[in-house]
């Protein structure tokens, strides 16, 4: 039985390190509680458990949710990233349950936010504002976002942070990791601590507003001569590091496209693989958050409104070009170049046992196979995420010898699959080739 929808709800986030690394420890205690529970039942029925399936539970996958939901901030963002497949990877009653933390933060009570933005702004802030909503108009991880009139005229979307985020990000990251290795889902040959100190290094600079202010008008300038979009303008002087200010843009969220003719879905995603290219070959610098929320439909114009710059990250131009010897050669059907480029990525190393390379290959082949598609490449028929997803799981008894990539391509990863769910989610038809063409 799904669980019910819950209303987001005012709730304090907590702030101190300690209070934090509580809420997760006793988190850990009732899900080990629950394996314990259900291994022994298992083993009773003459069963022998998976740790990984004790803890992929409905009810675990709840309390996950829901812990996570509450305290924000890097816990959350990471239970985020875990849920960006939902549907296509997971079951879909453990989906339904992660699906929850894209969608429904809680918001900090009228009390906490006052001393957050007077903290920002001092004490007489109000006075700068005509009006000013002290319900968010949203609410995610890191923070949440308010409208406002200031009485100089301006209609304002004004995200604020939630108080602690930044001094508990390393913990964090690392109580979450704990929980991830206690799991069994960490293969023991892998090394994650290199990922971990880049999840700390990318959450710092998205906690820090002043620097995804510059990079929302930096975006704005790349993109003034594309017009099937509308990047919000920054207003510096309302901008902190806890609090960034930006025009209000009217919108309804992409997915709501889903009942949209089907040559408007195919524009608006033949628009958004185009910027994703743009952006890698020509821009080098990408909004790698995948976030469906980050994406938002201006129904008048037909523009894209693009959201939260906070995960931007610049790519190196050696980097760019591997990726398009790496495409070039598997358009080609030149597979001794896409290994030796997924080599270079770190996909592959001279000790990958044959069997795994084998698999890896056929893996890459799948990823390439709707850039080879002649004409319009149908999102909506294309069984693409669960043929990965079998081979993904035909790779597990070579976990071990997994190698972690160059971190620039996990980043670049998670937005081309966050890309190619919206596709599929909105049965988008793009023709991939004429779109990729122009960078290769």
């Known amino acids: 039985m799904p669980h019910p929808k819950s209303e987001p709800r005012a709730v304090a986030i907590p ?11 006793g988190l850990a205690s009732r899900i080990a509680g629950d394996m314990a529970a259900q291994g022994a039942r298992q083993l009773v029925q003459g069963q022998r458990p998976r ?12 309390r996950v ?3 996570l939901a509450q305290m924000r901030g890097a816990a959350m963002k990471v239970g985020q990233l875990m849920s960006m497949d939902a549907g296509d990877v997971l079951p879909p009653e453990l989906a339904q349950i992660m699906a929850r933390l894209r969608a429904e933060a809680h918001h900090m009570p009228a009390p906490q936010l006052k001393k957050v933005l007077t903290a920002a702004w001092g004490l007489d802030w109000l006075r700068r504002f005509q009006k000013f909503d002290v319900r968010p108009i949203a609410a995610a991880s890191i923070g949440q976002v308010h409208r406002a009139q200031t009485r100089d005229g301006r209609d304002l979307a004004i995200k604020v942070q939630y108080p602690g985020v930044r001094r508990s990000i390393d913990s964090d990251v690392d109580n979450v990791a704990a929980l991830m290795r206690m799991s069994g889902l960490v293969p023991k040959g892998v090394d994650v601590a290199p990922m971990l100190a880049e999840a700390k290094r990318q959450l710092h600079e998205e906690a820090d507003y002043l620097r995804e202010g510059r990079c929302l ?5 790349l993109l003034a001569d594309a017009p099937g979009f509308v990047v919000p303008r920054l207003h510096g ?3 902190t590091a806890d609090v960034l200010a930006m025009d209000y843009v009217q ?11 089907q040559k408007e879905r195919d524009r608006v995603l033949t628009l958004l693989i185009g910027l994703l290219f743009r952006e890698m070959f020509e821009f080098r610098l990408m909004q790698t958050d995948p976030n469906f929320a980050n994406y938002r439909y201006e ?6 409104i693009l959201l939260d710059f906070g995960a931007t990250r610049a790519f190196p131009e050696s980097f760019a070009e591997l990726y398009r010897r790496l495409l070039r050669a598997g358009l080609a059907g030149d597979l001794e170049t896409v290994r030796a480029a997924a080599g270079e990525i770190g996909f592959l190393a001279d000790d990958t046992p044959p069997q795994l390379e084998a698999e890896m290959m056929a893996m890459f082949q799948l990823v390439l196979s709707p850039l080879r598609e002649e004409g319009p490449y149908d999102f909506g028929a294309s069984d693409l995420v669960g043929r990965m997803r079998d081979a993904g799981i035909a790779m597990q008894d070579d976990a071990e010898h997994f190698r972690i990539p160059q971190i620039d391509a996990l980043f670049l990863q998670r ?7 919206l596709a599929s989610r909105l049965k988008a038809r793009v023709d991939l080739r004429a779109v990729i063409g122009p960078y290769l």
């Open 15 to 25: 702030a101190s390190r300690l209070s934090r690394l509580v809420q997760l420890g």
């Open 51 to 62: 740790i990984s399936d004790l803890l992929l539970t409905p009810a675990n996958a709840r």
């Open 65 to 67: 949710a829901d812990q």
């Open 217 to 221: 008008a930096e975006f704005g300038t």
């Open 237 to 239: 002087d309302l901008t």
């Open 251 to 261: 919108g309804v969220p992409v997915e709501d496209l889903a009942d949209a003719p």
């Open 299 to 304: 129904a008048a114009s037909g523009k894209v």
């Open 415 to 421: 937005k081309f699959g966050g890309i190619f769910l």
